[in-house]
């Protein structure tokens, strides 16, 4: 009942920046917590940052802290990820999700994006 696409990923030199978009449709009343994961080859789906849409709460790994920042426009049902100071470690599929709840387990969330790959690489 929600659907969730994400945009503005690509390649990009370490020290850079890159911002990625999450648009949200169908009954997005539903979900209050909006949250970024990326997932590496060979290993697990890893949360990122979330944020909440009614008080705009935010939630971040320790990985990215000070390096990424996440917002929101209501208005537009758009969610944001700005990426600073990039490294190599940051390559993955990063994935939009939707949940109730403002949560770090993926299970907490129930809908999700088919991904944007950004890479990270001289």
């Known amino acids: 009942q929600v659907q969730l696409v994400e945009s503005g990923g690509g390649l990009v030199q370490p020290g850079g920046s890159l911002r990625l978009s999450c648009a949200a449709s169908?009954?997005?009343?539903?979900?209050?917590?909006m949250a970024w994961f990326r997932q590496a080859p060979g290993k697990e789906r890893e949360f990122v940052v979330a944020?909440?849409?009614?008080?705009?709460?935010?939630l971040s790994a320790d990985s990215v802290k000070g390096r990424f920042t996440i917002s929101r426009d209501g208005a537009k049902n758009t969610v944001y990820l700005q990426m600073n100071s990039l490294k190599p470690e940051d390559t993955a599929v990063y994935y939009c999700?939707?949940?109730?709840?403002?949560?770090?387990?993926?299970?907490?969330?129930?809908?999700w994006g088919r991904g944007t790959q950004v890479t990270v690489s001289s």
């Open positions: 944020i909440t849409w009614n008080g705009g709460r935010t």
């Open positions: 169908g009954r997005t009343f539903s979900s209050n917590a």
């Open positions: 999700a939707a949940g109730s709840l403002l949560r770090w387990d993926p299970i907490e969330y129930d809908y």
